[in-house]
């Protein structure tokens, strides 16, 4: 069966980092695009940032300069770098895998930004 399981969401002040981490299994990692999404509460659910296959990223405006997505197809896991956090980053955070016409979502991890 397929599986995300992402980890790594907290509580973190203002400027603060965090790393998140997307685990995967069921799945060729290699062969897949992965992404990060978020959603805030009374918002749509929004691209954060994508890491294809062929090592092309992709970054939301937002977020640009201050988070980094990276993978390590070995272990099957994509990473979200989050520095510089700001409140507006409060968010439920989710990884997804996609490709081939199929795609896969995780559960989501919370991570807020506050004093």
């Known amino acids: 069966q397929v599986q995300l399981v992402e980890s790594g969401g907290g509580l973190v002040q203002p400027g603060g980092s965090l790393r998140l981490s997307c685990a995967s299994s069921?799945?060729?990692?290699?062969?897949?695009?992965m992404g990060w999404y978020r959603q805030a509460p009374g918002k749509q659910r929004e691209l954060v940032a994508l890491s294809i296959m062929g090592g092309v990223t992709n970054y939301a405006d937002s977020v640009k300069g201050r988070f980094t997505i990276s993978r390590d197809n070995a272990k099957k896991t994509v990473y979200l770098q989050m520095n510089s956090l700001k409140p507006e980053d409060t968010a439920v955070y989710y990884c997804?895998?996609?490709?081939?016409?199929?795609?896969?979502w995780g559960q989501g991890t919370q991570v807020t930004i506050s004093s």
């Open positions: 069921g799945i060729i990692f290699s062969m897949f695009h």
């Open positions: 997804k895998a996609f490709g081939a016409g199929v795609e896969y």
